[in-house]
């Protein structure tokens, strides 16, 4: 069976300071999906960055990167530049394909607060 | 161009009371995926619908179910409900075959069973 483990309940950050999220996956599955959600106090799952299982490369969207390891089973979450608007619930997440995020799988999130 | 919407936003029934949550996904998409996250947790996936069609499930029982309009919207039904329903209900919707898809979440219905 698939399954997401994110280890930190709460983080904390100072403002402009990087902050990196864990993430390790357990998937039998040669080819899957890692996701970063943000969801902020509105509930709305807000998208940001994708890595495929094959991809060699580690993804970033602008201030943000995920930290592949394929051998560890881990994709950490790493935010560059922390801003105020930042503090939110992350949710690191996989699908079991990487060309579809139609059944993603979810860990327990990690709440970030980011300190002035 | 309204992303995914969700109604109604919050929600109060009683046990054994039924329960239709509504969604509209986004402009262009067509597939429309629901999902329960509970308080503290991380969203599960329940169902997706297809072409009207449910076409994955996830482990939930027999009482929560859904349906897909031809205009792509979709209902989602809990019958019976249990105490352990109350949850934040996520609707998200996709285009099917675009690749990778990066699902476009609404801002959800706080369901509270008391």
């Known amino acids: 069976a698939q399954k997401i483990t994110q280890t930190q309940p709460g983080m904390f950050v100072q403002e402009k300071e990087a902050v990196t999220l864990d993430c390790t996956y357990d998937t039998s599955d040669q080819s899957y999906g890692l996701f970063w959600y943000k969801q902020p106090s509105s509930g709305e799952m807000i998208f940001l960055i994708y890595q495929g299982s094959y991809d060699e490369q580690n993804a970033t969207e602008g201030r943000y990167s995920l930290n592949f390891q394929k051998a560890r089973k881990s994709a950490n979450l790493v935010i560059s530049a922390s801003q105020l608007g930042d503090s939110a619930m992350y949710f690191c997440?996989?699908?079991?394909?990487?060309?579809?995020?139609?059944?993603?799988?979810f860990g327990s999130g990690t709440r970030l607060l980011v300190r002035p | 161009d309204a992303g995914v919407t969700q109604s109604p936003t919050h929600l109060i029934k009683t046990r054994g009371q039924q329960v239709t949550l509504r969604c509209s996904p986004k402009?262009?998409?067509?597939?429309v995926s629901w999902y329960q996250q509970a308080l503290g947790q991380g969203p599960q996936f329940i169902f997706q619908y297809y072409e009207e069609e449910e076409r994955q499930r996830g482990n939930f029982p027999d009482r929560f179910s859904g349906h897909q309009f031809p205009n792509y919207s979709s209902e989602l039904n809990v019958n019976a409900l249990l105490l352990g329903d109350s949850a934040l209900y996520l609707c998200?919707?996709?285009?099917?075959?675009?690749?990778?898809?990066?699902?476009?979440f609404g801002s959800g219905t706080q369901l509270s069973v008391l």
């Open positions: 998200a919707s996709s285009l099917m075959g675009q690749g990778i898809e990066k699902l476009f």
């Open positions: 997440a996989m699908s079991p394909r990487t060309d579809s995020s139609y059944k993603l799988i």
């Open positions: 402009s262009g998409h067509d597939t």
